[in-house]
């Protein structure tokens, strides 16, 4: 068995999470060899086949190009898997190419089991087994879910090059907008999620946090409404934190929630339903609606 | 310029899956059903393009699914969609995205869409594929995860939402298809006499085979709940108890209480 691992690059970096591609293939009993479109300072610890392309001279995003010098390593290869991290970059470079391969795709892959590949769903809350038909198969690996083992040694390079006319341009990149708040050296933080319901609601949340000596934190929808600054937002396109205590107030528990708080020392959910997948990464799960819950909390902690 | 916005309509995820019968997927009886989230952005983006280029701007809005699927497509078009199309599908739940991306390829192929909006995933099947292959399948330049767009009629600029925050300003040649990401905007609540009007407005219904469908590629097995961690202790109760346990068990495994937190 064989596997295409396709790394990445972001501002001139190897992505980190892409030596989790290779605990992948182990995890598989696959043999490995790697794609990179980056920079040439930033190659992978790798010890196999590195079919490489220059990121300055064919952009480090730039699908239409990247399609075509993966499609390249795959005709060397002609591997029975082509894998992405489920990325910003994997999950927009994966589909194109499994069309161009006519290649079934599975898409956030968490687990291998005997005929397919376990993958979330439902947000999170459920699981399915998904088996591609076809002879080869793109895959997207669920961020974390394989250890990152990059194998010593240096790897063998092989220059891949393809015409670079294309219909997407990256113009530039702009950071993200940083605030005063640093969340990720608080011992406490609390978040208040959507199932806050209402704005008001999150000064209950202000309130525990204020009792308890933390910071609120929020999950995306309460940021995308406004009722916190980003800067207060968990998650992969927000901030990591790992507090010793992590309260996560009407908060389902989606993967890319999880990713920011999951080195948190000790966690406790407040949820009205009993099977949030934040059960999952919950040391207590609190069943019970934050409206009347959170005041009780505060009262018993000032008494 | 037309435009298309492609809309799944999900159940509400917080209610209790069970498996169906042939455990491939959830049993549908007792969920209630929504848009996906992410395509509220869709629509919205779309619907508020048309309002800034005025007139000769149409936008249509398609959903595939069993006939459950018709209120959420009226309800795009309570918030400004032009036209509506049902592809009629009873089997939709069971389809691969390659199957649903080569059944609105086949609807938009032949249709001349300056822009399809889509959303970056579904909250059910979270596939992220349905967008690119339906780009790839039409030859279309694309853009996922979008949070950021303008268009001046030949290309489109975007920003793609990365990881950390960061964001990638990105052009595109027209046409294009676009997969947008939460917080792309407001996405409106329609007013009653839009929801009303919507309601007499007719649709073009289709069937699978009259807009093409290929064979699968993938399929799928054991549908079933995530497991939780063995660890988790649940508690369950009135609100004044539970506090109480929980102070108690704050004070036993964790130290934040003494560290002159709890004051
Ligand atoms: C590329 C990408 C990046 C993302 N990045 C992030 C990120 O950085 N951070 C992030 O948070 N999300 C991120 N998301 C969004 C993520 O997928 C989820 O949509 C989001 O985390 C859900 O937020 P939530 O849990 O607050 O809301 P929901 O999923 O809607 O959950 C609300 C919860 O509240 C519970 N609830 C409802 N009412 C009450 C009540 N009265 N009392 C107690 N509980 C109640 C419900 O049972 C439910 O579990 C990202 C998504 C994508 C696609
Ligand atoms: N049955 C469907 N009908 C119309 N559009 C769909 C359907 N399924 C998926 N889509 C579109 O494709 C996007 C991505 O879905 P997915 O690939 O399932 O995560 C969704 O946000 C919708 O815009």
Redesign the interface.
Known sequence: MKALLVAECRQGRLVADSAELQGFARALGAGASMVLVGNPGELPRFDGRLYFADAREYGEYNPDVHKRLVLQAVEAERPDYVVFLHSSYGWDLAPRVAVAMRSAQVSEVGGIVAGGFVTGCCNGKMRRTVRPLTPCAVLTLQPGAFPAEPSGGEPEILRLEAVKDASVELLRYEPPSVGGIDLSRAEVVVSAGRGVGRREHVELVRALADALGGEVGASRPVVDAGWLEHERQVGTTGQAVSPALYVACGISGAIQHVAGMKGAGFVVAVNTDRDAPIGEVADLLVVADLVRFLPALVAKLQA | MNILVCIKQV?D??A??TPNATG???EESGLAFRMNDYDEFAVEEAVRLKERLGGEVEVTVLSIGPDRVVETIRKAMAMGCDHGVHVRDDVATDR???QIATMIAGYARSRGFGLIFTGM?S???????VG??VA??LGL?????VVGFSCDGATA?V???????????????LP?LLTCQ??LNTPRYPTLPNILKARKRELLVLSPGEVGVEA??????????????S??????GE??E???M??D??KE?????R?????
């Open positions: 159940p995820m917080e209790r899956f491939t997927w959830f691969d995205p390659w995933q909250l059910d099947r979270g596939s992220a594929q690119v292959l790839e399948l330049s694309c853009a996922t995860t600029t920003e793609r939402e990365l990881e950390g925050g960061t964001r990638a300003v990105v052009r595109l040649r294009a939460l917080g699968p590629l993938a399929e799928a097995s054991g549908f079933s709940r995530h497991e939780r961690r660890t988790c202790t649940v508690l369950e609100a004044g539970l506090a109480g929980v102070v068990l704050l495994r964790t130290a934040v209480l560290r002159g937190g709890g004051r």
